[in-house]
């Protein structure tokens, strides 16, 4: 088994800033209402976005009036979410630098700790233990993860040009595995996931920069130009009008709060 968190997720982003804001997808309204809903959340409530990256998830909280603290340890995501605007009428996301298993945040502040395709990174153990010390009583702990949704041809074509990647097969293996630490967890009870769909369209170049996006997309050269060479051509056989949507069936693990 491949222990995600070892294999230093900070650094691994590091240069990923610039095309993580341009290429990843947001998350579908369905899921953040879900969210929003099932946690009670309202206008003074604060949400602790852990592993914030560019601030995607962040903002979408932001601009339903929540106020939101992101959690980032990479510096370059850091700085380019702190870039990114919201209208002026929404509580603008604060950003700090830590990390998931010590946030530097106290003890009972947060109403819903989220960790939004970011979870897989962490030390699960002691990251669901910071969660759990930052929550108030009756507090939420949500995991997130964009995934493909590959009953689409075309997305999973997509899916076929990274799995003849050995590495980026096995890291996304033990990805897919990641919800289960909140849902075996002894820390939380009522956990539960739900499923909502949502899709992505793209350009060529859209689909490239989507994919070495992914931290896991390899980076030597000759294994790089098979995966864009296997993209290309899934393109060029799937595109209409010179455009493509990947599909998703974007996960959401959520579990309230126990020993309170």
Request: charge should be negative.
């Amino acid at each position: 088994m491949t222990e995600l968190y070892r294999l230093n997720p900070t650094g691994r982003f590091s240069g990923l800033a610039g095309v993580y804001a341009q290429s990843r997808p947001d998350y579908p309204s369905s899921a953040i209402d879900y969210l929003i809903g099932h946690c009670c959340l309202g206008p003074r409530s604060l949400v602790v976005d852990v592993g914030s990256g560019t601030g995607i998830s962040s903002r979408l909280f932001a601009l339903r009036g929540l106020h939101v603290i992101g959690i980032e340890p990479n510096d370059q995501m850091r700085q380019k979410a702190l870039a990114e605007l919201v209208p002026e009428d929404c509580p603008p996301p604060e950003y700090r630098a830590g990390t998931a298993e010590a946030t530097g945040l106290a003890a009972g502040c947060a109403d819903l700790v989220l960790a939004a395709q970011a979870f897989h990174w962490f030390e699960p153990l002691r990251a669901l233990a910071e969660f759990k010390r930052l929550l108030k009583p009756g507090g939420w702990t949500g995991l997130m993860w964009n995934e493909r949704d590959e009953s689409d041809p075309f997305t999973a074509a997509y899916g076929e040009a990274f799995r003849a990647d050995p590495e980026a097969r096995a890291l996304e293996r033990e990805r897919a595995k990641s919800g289960q630490h909140l849902l075996a967890s002894s820390l939380f009870h009522a956990a539960e996931r739900r499923t909502f769909p949502h899709e992505q369209s793209l350009d060529e170049a859209g689909i490239l920069s989507r994919a070495f996006s992914a931290s896991y997309a390899p980076q030597e050269a000759t294994r790089a130009e098979i995966l864009a060479t296997a993209l290309q051509s899934a393109f060029a056989r799937f595109q209409h009008g010179g455009r493509v949507v990947l599909h998703y069936e974007t996960s959401v693990y959520l579990g309230s709060v126990v020993g309170h």
